[in-house]
């Protein structure tokens, strides 16, 4: 319900168009292996974070705010416990696809640390015209660093160097 105010910011003609069918595409995908986080504030839900794996070292993630948590550090907050806790079970980059002329998204997406990979010209349909799309990626260590500028005095995320990158001094 949180979206139909914007939706045509966030979903193209080809996403589910009732709540029924927003509910029954959200079970499918929760049964195809979709984790799905929800963000609270003072009590309400106004958020959820969800993370798809496309591979074991891959995964592709969205996530959707209610308006009123716009703007607020929940987002950001929310999204790096999130993206933390995915990076750490293996995960080395996280992918997401966004319509070009979103310009929220887009600087949310950059402050996490994500960079624009591509445009997919003519993507998808968003009321009934072609649009285009920004293809988006955040690399683990990537996202370190976006985190430890944003946090300078928080811990250092640890991030594994992978043995192929080590050099045994003999």
Known sequence: MWLQEFRWRVADDFSPQTLDAFVEDWIERAE???????????GELGGVVCVDKVSPIVASSHFLFKKSFWGSETTVAAVEQVFQEVFDTGIERIVSVVFRDNANVL???????FVTEGTLRKNTMRQGKLVDMVALGLLKADFAKAYAARHPQAPV?????????VEVAS
């Open 32 to 42: 195809l292996g979709r984790e799905t986080w929800g963000v609270w504030r003072d």
């Open 157 to 165: 995320i640890a991030i594994p160097v992978p043995e192929t990158a």
């Open 107 to 113: 600087g949310f997406a950059r402050r996490l640390g």
